[in-house]
Structure formats: structure tokens, C-alpha cells
């Protein structure tokens, strides 16, 4: 299958600062990227989906000026989480789609952030 | 939207079969896939179902019946290294192909 690689695969940071999670397709052009976050023995819980150069649509319940997310080119899409609390620790994973048409999706490593 | 459910943890031997099933109930229907996860690391695709039947992918099967809402997934000659979550996740129909998951199923091998 395709590979997407997620960067870095944990980071511990201050409450206040603020963290970028980059997640790249390495060989295939992603049109879709998608990022998911998954608490404790919870499911995937999907915050938004990005399309190449567009903006990014964000679930419900997701504050999109908390989550910053750039899709700027076909094999890279970065979620920048501004102004980290504590309960914002999870686990982020990204997955990326060539589009619609394409029945599978491929993960990302998942990143673990925890804030301080 | 969609509702997905699946047990929350099952145990089984080393070397048996078990079944993980999942229901569904969706506004149309396009297809469902399993995922397997291990504790810390991302989801690893199984298996994509459309039509009804059976998918046979070594030892793992996936089961599918849309009247039904129903899926499994068969795993035979369990091996220790396939105690992980197990995932349902399902896409509707309407254009979007974006998969909504299940909670997932907690499998644990012992010897």
C-alpha cells in the first residue's frame, strides 16, 4: 500500500504553546487528507478534511481557529494545534485519500501529544 | 448520519478462530472496511467490503450483508501478535467517502 508518514510520532508540550503536526504522502498525490483524534480506548474521531489547496471543512464541535490546518501542496497537510491545554493531549492521526473514487485511505503513524 | 457498533472486547486462544462483528445503521451505504490497531500506532487497512458475501484474505475474512447491516470479521489460527483493536468503519453514499468508525473491538490472545 501507500505510505504516509506523520511527524513527530510524540511531542510534549507547554499549556500555551503551540504544536505542528506535519503529515506527508510519500508516494502518491494526496487530493484528501484527512485528521482524526483518538482519545484512550475511544474511536477515531475524525476533526476535519482537507482538499488540496482549498480550505479545510471541520466537524462539528471542532474550533477551527484552535486546529489550523494547511493543505498547500498534494503530498503535504500540516494541523497546527494553537494555544495547547492539557486537554487537548491525544492522539492525532492523519490518513490521505487521492480522492473521491478511491476507496482507501491511508494512516499516518498517529502523533501522541501531551501537554504540560 | 451513522451509527456503528461493535463488542468492546473479546478474548480468545492462541490458534482458534474468533469472529468480530459489527452492525451498522447508515443513510445509504458505500462500502465497509476493518482495520486493525495496535495500542499507540496508527490503523493498518484489512479489508473492504461493498457487496454481500464473503472476502478471503489469508487468515482473515470479512463478511458483509447490506440488508442486514451486518459485517464480520473472521480471524482463524490466532496468533499472539493479533491481540489489537479491531475496527468497523463505514462510508455513506452521497459523495462523500469519508469513513465514520466504530469504537472498536479490544481482542486479547492468550496462550
Known amino acids: 500500500g501507500a505510505v504516509v508518514s506523520q511527524h513527530p510520532s510524540w511531542v510534549i508540550c507547554k499549556s500555551g504553546t503551540s504544536v505542528k503536526i506535519e503529515c506527508r504522502s510519500l508516494d502518491f498525490q494526496a487530493t484528501t487528507m484527512f485528521w482524526y483524534r483518538q482519545f484512550p480506548k475511544q474511536s477515531l474521531m475524525l476533526m476535519a478534511t482537507?482538499?488540496?489547496?482549498?480550505?479545510?471543512?471541520?466537524e462539528q464541535g471542532v474550533e477551527k481557529d484552535k486546529f489550523l490546518i494547511n493543505h498547500a501542496s498534494l503530498t503535504l497537510s500540516t494541523l497546527t494545534v494553537t494555544s495547547a491545554h492539557p486537554e487537548d493531549s491525544s492522539f492525532y492521526i492523519c490518513?490521505?485519500?487521492?480522492?473521491?473514487?478511491?476507496?482507501?485511505?491511508?494512516f499516518g503513524q498517529g502523533t501522541r501529544l501531551t501537554v504540560v | 448520519g451513522q451509527n456503528i457498533d461493535q463488542p468492546t472486547e473479546m478474548t480468545a486462544t492462541e490458534g482458534a478462530i474468533v469472529q468480530i462483528n459489527c452492525t451498522y445503521q447508515t443513510s445509504g451505504f458505500n462500502g465497509l472496511f476493518w482495520y486493525q490497531q495496535h495500542a499507540g500506532e496508527a490503523p493498518t487497512f484489512l479489508s473492504y467490503n461493498v457487496l454481500d458475501g464473503l472476502e478471503e484474505k489469508g487468515r482473515f475474512s470479512s463478511f458483509l450483508s447490506r440488508s442486514k447491516g451486518y459485517s464480520y470479521l473472521l480471524l482463524k489460527e490466532l496468533q499472539m501478535k493479533d491481540s489489537a483493536s479491531y475496527l468497523c468503519a463505514v462510508t455513506a453514499s452521497g459523495g462523500s467517502y469519508i469513513p465514520t468508525f466504530g469504537r472498536g473491538t479490544s481482542l486479547i490472545v492468550h496462550p
Open positions: 490518513s490521505a485519500s487521492q480522492g473521491a473514487g478511491y476507496t482507501e485511505a491511508f
Open positions: 482537507s482538499n488540496e489547496g482549498s480550505k479545510a471543512t471541520y
